[in-house]
């Protein structure tokens, strides 16, 4: 399905600004900085699509892109903005939860997180929403080239023991670098089986 088309569909702000529920779709949720960006941008082989989103103004929006004719791959605004007003991040929390618990054609959340610094407490508030909302979410690593390969064990033993409190957790961690395209394809063929 990655063969298809792959284009930026809108921004929404509020529910009532989603796009009908007519497609597969898989969200990217992730700390600021973690990659996310140019983990869409490896995904879908186009280089500057989801950096337009990226641009300030457009970060507390949830983005869809459509993906050939069957999926819709969505952005979601990254977190642990420490600078982000209460009352901003309060809004959008609340867009979350309503986006999290009502989509019913969402098949999996991914989760990403940064090879370097492993899950932090940010990361497991987003788990345990997931948990709550009851959607899969699947952990991706990022920047896997940032760290030597001697060290994946010992980051991979954090996760594992920090998806053995998330219910809503697939177990499988995928490795990835955007920059070595280590791990693309494994996560195009896991999108394209989800039905
Ligand atoms: P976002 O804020 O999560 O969208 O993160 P970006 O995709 O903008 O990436 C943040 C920074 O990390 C940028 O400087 C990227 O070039 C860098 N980066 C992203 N992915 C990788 C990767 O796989 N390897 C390395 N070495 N750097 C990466």
Redesign the pocket.
């Known amino acids: 399905m990655f063969a298809g088309p792959v284009e930026f569909l809108k921004g929404v702000v509020a529910m009532d600004g989603l796009p009908p529920a007519d497609r597969i779709e898989v969200c990217f949720a992730?700390?600021?900085?973690?990659?996310?960006?140019?983990?869409i941008n490896a995904l879908t082989g186009r280089k500057a699509l989801?950096?337009a989103s990226?641009t300030p103004g457009r970060t507390q929006e949830i983005n869809f892109f459509t993906v050939g004719e069957s999926h819709y791959l969505v952005d979601l605004p990254?977190y642990g903005y420490a600078e982000a007003p209460v009352a901003v991040v309060a809004k959008w929390q609340q867009l979350l939860k309503a986006y999290l618990s009502g989509r019913q054609t969402l098949r999996r959340a991914f989760v990403?997180i940064d090879m370097r610094h492993g899950v932090k407490a940010v990361d497991e508030e987003i788990m345990t929403l997931l948990d709550r909302s009851a959607v899969t979410f699947q952990v991706v690593m990022?920047?896997?080239?940032?760290i030597k390969t001697s060290d994946h064990a010992q980051v991979l033993d954090q996760v594992r023991r920090a998806l053995a409190r998330h219910p809503a957790a697939y177990p499988e961690i995928v490795l990835?670098?955007?920059?070595?395209g280590l791990g693309i394809e494994t996560l195009r063929a896991i999108i394209a089986t989800l039905e």
């Open positions: 992730g700390r600021s900085n973690v990659g996310k960006s140019s983990l989801a950096r990226n990254g990403l990022t920047k896997a080239d940032k990835t670098s955007s920059e070595k």
